[in-house]
């Protein structure tokens, strides 16, 4: 399955929704992303770990450092209000965008 | 922007931390992606290189997020390690830069560190703001009045505007104070009100300042020590209060209370060691002329008047209240209204007076060269940018954001500033005390001067400064995000940056107008000082000693006895081998500065009138033994000498200067005219006798150097005051006589001795020192500058030729001969340099007024110097340009446009 680089502001989006779905750390992340795009979409992680640092500056998500299963600490991520927020217009815009394009793309 | 900086303070706390949970959050990532793996079924050798395969970097990956994680000291650090090894591949240059910087800065922080000492330092006064002299002047001469001890008390009394007043005696009031069995010693003195201390808010450091009942007539005398001389001559021991000292003032000696100790700030006025109570004081006068008690304290004028202003008033309106209440008393002062008024001074200009200014200017002049240095580096800076635009591009390619690319090329500039202000101050230690010693006497507070916190402060200030004055136009010229496509659209040599171009000479523009008001400056400041050295000071100071007799009234305490002494003293000085003349004054030229006797003095037949009061200008009063003016080489113009008929019983005579003569009796012969001087303590009521003017000499100056007063010499045996100052003609060099003096002094009274032995040269030199001074100062300002300015132009000449060969080859090639390219190459530079000389002679004509408190007999737009300078800077401009271009002429047509 080739890796699809997404955007980074794609990236972003699909972030705070796997966060939506609950706290998490950046493996798990990346693996929600393959697993519910079912394969279609795999973030790198050279975009991914920079990605979330971003959306911390911003607010949009907030970490710590916690114990694991393993014996590493592990970050974990939270979805903020702000950032509950951010992902609901965004997805809006998203959609119109992608419903656009689709028009387009099945025009006559 | 607030969470970026929350983000950067919290990197603050623990760079390794920061980077131990990048590294843990990483590995437990690719920790996981193994586990995943094995149980997909592969081995753990082979799930762990899957999962970092799959990972794709994950050194890279904590690179980045451990940049992005780290707070702002790393960044900075980062930075400095950059720009140190960038500023390491280029040694010459950033040598040359640091230089011209620190002798920029290590000037500036000199030069603050005197204004400091002298000017901004606090001198133990309450609100000085608030505190104004109070004179009395004339339209008639351009000298002060003082105030007498009575028009202190009406106007205390009698103004609102003032929260109190208070006056103080002039220094060369003296007493002569033995401490124990010591030897006495001469001591200058401030004869004050008890209010003195009060009005300028001075606190001492032990003890108390004076109450109201030390100022009463018969109160017991009383003293407070200056801080220098309790450290010296009393051990700095603070159980020096409440002890007794003798000393001898007008009266036998007697003893002194001392009440308190100022602190070692406290300097007011200047040369005061001691301060005493003016009422004990002026009764003393009184007992001794045995005069009315009242004729001194109300006709004495001898105080300077010092007022607080009150909350409410400004100096205009005290001023004004003032002048209302000159007209009440102006009858009984016998003031002419007409002529006369009061005036205010702010105190902070009557203690620094001409200094203040002087500091000020130079302290503008060295900021002036301070930019020109800046502005030179940064078209160094310009200059060298055109090297560093490929290395400027790809970095911004490979994601270097503007930001951080002025950030690092800032980090070089304050690097370099960093470096420049270090060896700056160095420059600045090591310079200091030469700078002081050059300086003129009449500063006060000058042997303060040091590199202290302040002044360590301001140059870190100006290190700042210079690294964005220097620093920014260049880094934002070269971190422009527009560079890459100007690289890869220009081709080599033929278009240059139009902006760069225009900036570069903008900048020596601006450096030739800056170096063209200093240069200004210095020429009217050489002129100054030419004429002053010029100048007739009516006495031929060359070869002549003067010192003054120590004990010479403890010795010989009746008038006649120190009379005989004197005269006999000075008849066996002329008869010393290479001895010439041998003379005695009451006060030497420019001892005190404006400071001397003032008579004021009737015709005869003359009446006390207004008409008089504004005929007669007031007179210098000096009293001379015979030998005087032979010995200062004072030229006798008409008549006769004074000489030993004149004494005590013959007639009064008095001898006059040319300029007295010309304005008092012009067109005719003042031989033998009359008049009168009025001396206060001359006893008792009666007019003073007629004096007869036999003789004219030549107008001399003996209190200011810039203008001659009216004289009147009067014999010592029928002065009122003695001699104090003896001067000596000797026909070799007088210091290599003094021995001799000395010795003869010694025999002929082993207990006396000379004191302050100097030669008239020296005084006339020391007097001169402030325009000097400055001369000295402005020219090294003006000289740096200048060459600086010229290096620069020298510089961008030379680019241009280097740039522009392609397009020289390209004219000698179609016809133009070498010479013609040449002119081209100067007029690059002459076109610059016209109009930094253009702007800057404009600037210098509004800013030269400054100056005219500085000059001597020269206005501060001299058409002369004004035009001196034009052609010097001038001809230096088109030399800087015409040495580069001259390289044009050597361009091979052929080669030049090859290398296109």
């Known amino acids: 399955m080739p890796k699809t680089d997404l955007l980074q502001g794609t990236l972003d989006l699909l972030v705070l929704k796997i966060l939506a779905l609950g706290p998490n750390h950046g493996w798990g992340i990346s693996n929600r992303i393959r697993q519910i795009s079912r394969e279609g979409l795999q973030a790198s992680q050279g975009s991914l770990y920079p990605a979330l640092h971003r959306l911390e500056i911003r607010g949009d998500v907030e970490s710590e450092m916690t114990a694991s299963e393993n014996n590493r600490r592990a970050r974990l991520y939270t979805l903020t209000p702000k950032g509950r927020r951010r992902l609901a217009a965004e997805t809006t815009t998203w959609e119109r965008f992608a419903l656009s394009i689709h028009r387009i793309l099945h025009a006559e | ?900």
């Open chain 2, 1 to 900: 922007m607030l969470a970026r900086l929350i983000a950067y303070v919290r990197g603050l706390a623990g760079r390794h931390r920061i980077a131990a949970e990048v590294d843990d959050e990483l590995q437990f990532h690719v920790e996981m992606e193994t586990v995943a793996n094995v149980d997909k079924g592969m081995s753990p050798a082979e799930a762990r290189q899957m999962a970092l395969r799959d990972f794709g970097g994950v050194t890279q990956t904590k690179e980045v997020v451990r940049d992005l994680r780290r707070g702002w000291p790393d960044a900075v650090q980062q930075d400095v390690r950059y720009a140190l090894r960038r500023l390491g591949r280029d040694p010459w240059f950033v040598g040359t830069t640091i230089l011209i910087l620190a002798v920029g800065i290590g000037a500036c922080t000199a030069m603050f560190s005197i204004v400091q000492a002298v000017l901004l330092r606090p001198f133990g006064v309450d609100a000085p703001d608030r505190l104004v002299m109070v004179w009395t002047r004339s339209t008639q001469h351009s000298a002060v009045g003082e105030l007498s001890y009575k028009t202190y008390r009406d106007l205390r009394a009698r103004t609102r505007s003032f929260d109190d007043v208070a006056i103080l005696g002039s220094v060369n009031w003296s007493g002569t104070m033995s401490i124990g069995a010591g030897e006495p010693f001469r001591v200058p003195c401030s004869a004050v009100s008890a209010t003195f201390f009060d009005v300028l808010g001075a606190r001492p450091l032990h003890g108390r300042t004076f109450r109201p009942q030390d100022d009463e007539r018969s109160a017991p005398r009383v003293l407070i020590l200056s801080h220098a001389l309790w450290t010296q001559h009393f051990g700095g021991d603070p159980k020096v209060i409440g002890r007794s000292v003798i000393v001898r003032e007008e009266a036998p000696a007697e003893p002194f209370e001392i009440v308190g100790v100022m602190p070692a700030e406290f300097f007011f006025p200047r040369g005061a060691q001691y301060w005493t109570p003016a009422g004990p004081r002026l009764s003393r006068m009184a007992q001794r002329a045995r005069g009315p008690m009242d004729d001194v304290f109300n006709r004495l004028n001898v105080f300077y008047g010092l007022g607080r202003l009150a909350p409410d008033s400004t100096i205009s309106s005290a001023a004004a209240e003032t002048n209302v209440f000159l007209n009440q008393i102006a009858e009984e002062l016998k003031i002419d209204r007409a002529t006369t008024d009061i005036v205010l001074t702010p105190i902070v200009d009557h203690i620094f007076g001409r200094a203040r200014l002087a500091l000020l200017a130079l302290l503008g002049a060295v900021f002036v060269m301070l930019l020109v240095a800046c502005v030179n580096v940064a078209g160094l800076l310009f200059a060298r940018g055109a090297s560093r635009m490929r290395e400027m591009a790809v970095r911004a390619a490979l994601g270097a954001g503007r930001y951080v690319l002025m950030r690092q090329l800032m980090a070089e500039s304050a690097l370099v500033a960093l470096a420049a202000m270090i060896v700056g101050v160095g420059i600045a230690a090591l310079t200091l005390d030469t700078l002081v010693a050059l300086s003129p006497a009449d500063i006060p507070r000058l042997d303060a001067t040091a590199l202290d916190r302040p002044v360590l402060l301001f140059a870190i200030a100006i290190a700042v400064a210079t690294t964005l004055l220097v620093g920014l136009a260049p880094a934002a010229h070269l971190s422009r995000p527009s560079l890459a496509d100007e690289l890869k659209g220009a081709a080599s040599g033929v278009a240059h940056s139009s902006v760069r171009a225009r900036t570069r000479r903008g900048l020596i523009a601006a450096q030739l107008a800056a170096t063209l008001v200093l240069v200004v400056a210095a020429g009217l400041c050489m002129n100054s000082f030419a004429r002053l050295a010029r100048l007739d000071l009516g006495f031929d100071p060359g070869n002549v000693l003067t010192f003054h007799i120590n004990r010479f009234e403890t010795r010989y305490p009746s008038r006649s006895q120190r009379h005989d002494a004197i005269e006999q003293l000075l008849s066996r000085f002329e008869r010393l081998p290479h001895v010439a003349a041998a003379g005695a004054v009451f006060q030497r030229p420019f001892e005190h500065g404006p400071i001397g006797v003032d008579s004021s003095f009737l015709l005869e037949g003359q009446v006390e009138s207004p008409e008089s009061r504004a005929r007669n200008p007031m007179l210098n009063s000096e009293s001379v033994t015979s030998g005087y003016f032979r010995s200062m080489g004072i030229r006798l113009v008409r008549g006769r000498n004074v000489d030993a008929r004149d004494t005590e019983n013959s007639p009064r005579v008095v001898i006059v200067s040319e300029a007295m003569a010309a304005r008092v009796w012009p067109g005719e012969d003042p031989i033998g005219k009359r008049l009168r001087t009025s001396e206060v303590v001359d006893g008792g009521g009666r007019p003073a006798p007629l004096q007869t003017v036999v003789g004219v000499v030549a107008t001399a100056r003996y209190r200011e150097i810039e203008s001659p007063r009216f004289d009147l010499y009067v014999p010592l045996r029928q002065a009122e005051s003695d001699v104090q100052h003896v001067t000596v003609r000797t026909t070799i060099d007088p210091l290599l006589v003094a021995p001799a003096i000395a010795a003869e002094l010694a025999s002929f009274d082993k207990a006396l001795s000379a004191d302050g032995v100097t030669t008239m040269d020296e005084i006339v030199r020391r007097t001169r020192g402030p325009w000097r001074f400055n001369m000295l100062v402005f020219s090294l300002f003006g000289a740096v500058a200048l060459a600086l300015a010229a290096v620069g132009l020298f510089a961008l000449v030379a680019y241009e030729v280097m740039q522009r060969s392609r397009e020289i080859g390209l004219r000698m090639a179609l016809g133009a001969t070498r010479g013609s390219v040449v002119r081209l190459m100067i007029v690059q530079g002459a076109k610059p340099a016209a109009v930094g000389l253009a702007i800057g002679l404009l600037a210098s004509l509004l800013t030269a007024r400054v100056l005219s408190g500085l000059l001597f007999e020269i206005t501060p737009t001299d058409p002369a110097t004004f035009t001196g300078v034009l052609v010097l800077l001038g001809a230096v401009a088109l030399l800087a340009s015409y040495v580069p271009a001259r390289r044009a002429a050597s361009v091979d047509p052929q080669e030049a446009l090859r290398d296109s």
